[in-house]
């Protein structure tokens, strides 16, 4: 067993990431046919070639490095959401979005990118972000801090953004998945905050979370490979979350919303302006 993901740890996976972005993510885009674009779940959900080939890719490499850990991709639990179990027992195990933002993607929309998570004994030790547009991915390891990395090498420490008070927070709520009942209050709440937008995309919402560029994001669906790894690396970056009834995001949650503010004091001001009815 693997005693800790380490940050040189966490390079190499990116090294894995940029290949396999290189390889198919890239080269695909804006040149999608229509037989390489599908339907999985309904009209909102599709999966591309691209998205195959990149978790396929991923996936090998990591089981290459790592013979003895898990591997779980987004489209793999798609087709056999079985695999998904042993998130919580494996010793290791490692969680692939291959492209995250798919919609835009296939739209043309340069706003998607690549997201892999390692976790170990059921915590999330590790995580990481790609925008293989600009090159530039957000990277931590548990109790070693959040970094952004270029293209180029250079890196510098993430930090959230200041606390300030709820009514000057401007983020995103993606309230689409939302309970209809939640839905109507959130979005009758929303113009209380200072300004809200919607990427289609979480590895780019939370690339802009991290780097202290919005304070907030709210979710409803917590899948996995959707929000492991930004959810660790906006802990490294000083920054607080919890489910919309206050407890702790574990890696089994798929439900239950999940709030991202600079601390918990700025959290609670934020869950009251938005989820109260009035």
């Known amino acids: 067993m693997t005693e800790r993901i380490t940050l040189a ?35 909102l959900d599709i999966v591309t070639v691209a998205d195959e080939a990149s978790e396929r890719d991923l996936t090998a490499a990591l089981q290459a490095a790592w013979p003895d850990a898990l591997v779980i991709g987004e489209e793999a639990v798609a087709a056999d959401p079985a695999i998904v179990d042993g998130l919580v027992t494996a010793d290791l195990a490692f969680v692939i979005d291959p492209i995250d933002g798919t919609a835009n993607y296939a739209a043309g929309v340069p706003l998607f990118g690549v997201m892999v998570s390692a976790v170990m004994g059921g ?34 420490a993430l930090h959230v953004a200041p606390p300030v008070p709820a009514c000057e927070m401007a983020g995103n709520a993606s309230w689409r998945y939302l309970p209809p009942d939640l839905r109507d209050v959130v979005t009758h709440n929303l113009p209380k905050v200072a300004g809200s937008w919607d990427f289609r995309c979480a590895a780019h919402e939370y ?20 929000h492991l790894a930004g959810w660790l690396i906006h802990a490294e ?40 009815p009035g």
């Not at 090159?135 to 890196?155: I, P, Y």
């Not at 991202?260 to 934020?270: F, N, T």
């Open 207 to 226: 690339l802009m979370l991290v780097d202290g560029r919005c304070h907030f994001l709210l979710f409803n669906r917590t899948l996995p490979w959707d």
């Open 123 to 156: 915590e999330v030790v590790g995580g990481a972000i790609l925008d293989p547009v600009c090159d530039v991915v957000a990277l931590a390891a548990r109790g070693q801090g959040a970094w952004l990395e270029d293209g180029t090498g250079a890196t510098r």
């Open 9 to 43: 740890d966490m390079h190499t996976v990116v090294g894995m990431m940029r290949g396999a972005a290189k390889r198919h993510v890239m080269p695909s885009f804006r040149c999608l046919g229509r037989t390489d674009i599908r339907a999985k779940s309904g009209p």
């Open 237 to 276: 970056a000083g920054g607080y979350s919890a489910r919309f009834d206050g407890s702790p995001y574990r890696v089994t949650d798929r439900s239950g919303g999940l709030l991202y503010a600079p601390d918990r004091e700025s959290w609670q001001a934020l869950r009251d302006l938005l989820l109260t």
